[in-house]
């Protein structure tokens, strides 16, 4: 079973910097995506960023220009850096991985995800 546990979460200012990692139990060149979403509160779960094991990247627009995502596979380990961080970036940061499982019958996609860490960005 994939066990996925993210670390670096806090209270921060705004404009500060925080970083957060994502450490998966195995090896994460299994995985096809690796990422980082967040949950506001009342708000739906949304995508931060996203790096594919080809080393395709994406960000959400709000984040874009402001945070880094890295995938280390020989560490197994995926980490968000945030800079010039904002009030509207407070949110639960969850870890997630994915992989696309094949057999003779077809493909399907395994999704798993971390507890999740705060973010808080004070103003």
């Known amino acids: 079973q994939v066990q996925l546990v993210e670390s670096g979460g806090g209270l921060v200012q705004a404009g500060g910097s925080l970083r957060l990692s994502c450490a998966a139990s195995g090896s994460i060149s299994s995985f096809n995506s690796m990422g980082w979403y967040r949950q506001a509160p009342g708000e739906q779960r949304e995508l931060v960023s996203g790096?594919?094991?080809?080393?395709?990247?994406n960000y959400g627009n709000s984040v874009k220009g402001r945070f880094t995502i890295s995938r280390d596979n020989i560490k197994n380990t995926v980490s968000l850096q945030m800079n010039s961080l904002k009030p509207e970036d407070t949110a639960v940061y969850y870890c997630?991985?994915?992989?696309?499982?094949?057999?003779?019958?077809?493909?399907?996609?395994?999704?798993?995800w971390g507890q999740g860490t705060q973010v808080t960005v004070s103003s």
């Open positions: 790096v594919t094991s080809d080393g395709t990247i």
């Open positions: 997630n991985a994915e992989t696309v499982n094949y057999s003779e019958y077809g493909s399907w996609k395994s999704v798993y």
